[in-house]
Every structure is written in C-alpha cells, then in structure tokens.
C-alpha cells in the first residue's frame, strides 16, 4: 500500500466521508501548502492530548473544569443534560441558554448494549445531590433512544427535588440536535415543557 492509498483508506474511515471524498481531500493535500498540511497534521496529532473532558460535565476542554463550569457568571441552577459533547455548541449557538451543562456520553440503546450504566448518569446525580440545583434540562435527540432515556431520568429525578423538563417538539423527529437549525432549538428551549 502506498502512503497515498494509507491516507486515503484513513480518511475514508472519518464521518461523513467516503472513498471519493477521501480521495479528493488526499489529493488535494499532496499539492497543497506545506505549512498547512504540517499545521493540519500536528493538530490531528496534539488533539487527544490537548483536549480533555470536563471532570464535572463531560464538555471538551483544553482547562479542567471548562470555561463553562468555571464561569460564575452562568446560572447554576440549571443543568442541560445532553447526549453529545458537540450538542453544548449546539445549543450555546442558540445564545438562549445560560445555565450549566451534564454531557451523558450517548443514549440508553439496548440493541447495542448500551444501559444506564455506560451513560454518566450517576455523576448527574452526584452533581445534583451536591444541592444548589432545581431544574434539570433534558435536551436528549428526540429519538427513540434519546426520549427512552429522557424517562429513565425523569425517573431518576423524580425523588430529587427538581423541575424536570423535555426540550418542546418542532425538533425533527428522529434526527440529532446537532441538525436543529438555531431559531427551532432556541424556540424549543424556551418552550420546553415539564415532564
Ligand atoms: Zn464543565
């Protein structure tokens, strides 16, 4: 195999990009500028490294606790629990929310074994038994997954005292957040209902 083909067969291997497109970006970087390609390559090679998951909320941070958690300006009161890290950029894109955020890492699927367990849910719990909290986001995919998991915590919370609340609908249903456009998600977000 050639370092051509290994590149290509790397790339095609990301989200989003099959062979041809792969194939165009490895083209594309064999005649592009060498400072790019070197810039692009030692911050694919830093990444892991570099960026870590907030050891309060899950979020992608180069600092622990993130600029969210540290940020006293934010509403502690609130906590937006999301299935995905990307979901919080999501959602502070809407520029509607000013609480904290709880990253779950994913939804409960039993066809791929993924329960309770595997989600940071106990670390939700903790975070609320601390106390300060009284309303609790749920901002899941509107899913099959995401709304299961939505009522395993409406469950879980329901002893706790907190207002629990679902994002409203009018997000596509079965698709991911991340595909919200900005003026339905912050709609949904300050429509959001109590479960
Ligand atoms: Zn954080």
Same mark, same amino acid.
């Given at each position: 195999?050639?370092?051509?083909?290994?590149?290509?067969?790397?790339?095609? @291997?990301?989200?989003?990009?099959?062979?041809?497109?792969?194939?165009?970006?490895?083209?594309?970087?064999?005649?592009?500028?060498?400072?790019?390609?070197?810039?692009?390559?030692?911050?694919?090679?830093?990444?892991?490294?570099?960026?870590?998951?907030?050891?309060?909320?899950?979020?992608?941070?180069?600092?622990?606790?993130?600029?969210?958690?540290?940020?006293?300006? @934010?509403?502690?009161?609130?906590?937006?629990?999301?299935?995905?890290?990307?979901?919080?950029?999501?959602?502070?894109?809407?520029?509607?929310?000013?609480?904290?955020?709880?990253?779950?890492?994913?939804?409960?699927?039993?066809?791929?074994?993924?329960?309770?367990?595997?989600?940071?849910?106990?670390?939700?719990?903790?975070?609320?038994?601390?106390?300060?909290?009284?309303?609790?986001?749920?901002?899941?995919?509107?899913?099959?997954?995401?709304?299961?998991?939505?009522?395993?915590?409406? @469950?879980?919370?329901?002893?706790?005292?907190?207002?629990?609340?679902?994002?409203?609908?009018?997000?596509?249903?079965?698709?991911?957040?991340?595909?919200?456009?900005?003026?339905?998600?912050?709609?949904?977000?300050?429509?959001?209902?109590?479960?």
């Amino acid at each position: 195999m050639t370092g051509l083909d290994r590149l290509i067969s790397y790339l095609s @291997r990301l989200p989003g990009l099959g062979k041809k497109s792969a194939g165009r970006i490895a083209f594309y970087l064999l005649k592009a500028d060498g400072e790019f390609v070197q810039g692009l390559a030692d911050s694919i090679a830093r990444l892991q490294e570099t960026i870590k998951q907030c050891s309060i909320c899950g979020n992608y941070t180069e600092q622990d606790p993130c600029p969210i958690c540290n940020d006293i300006s @934010r509403d502690r009161r609130i906590i937006c629990v999301v299935e995905q890290a990307q979901d919080i950029n999501t959602i502070e894109q809407t520029g509607e929310y000013r609480g904290l955020y709880h990253v779950l890492g994913g939804a409960i699927n039993p066809l791929d074994g993924i329960g309770p367990d595997s989600l940071a849910i106990e670390s939700l719990m903790r975070r609320i038994a601390e106390g300060g909290v009284n309303e609790v986001i749920i901002a899941t995919n509107p899913t099959v997954e995401g709304d299961t998991t939505a009522l395993y915590l409406h @469950r879980m919370l329901a002893e706790r005292n907190v207002a629990v609340s679902r994002l409203a609908s009018g997000l596509p249903v079965g698709g991911d957040l991340e595909y919200a456009d900005r003026t339905t998600l912050a709609r949904s977000l300050k429509s959001r209902t109590e479960m």
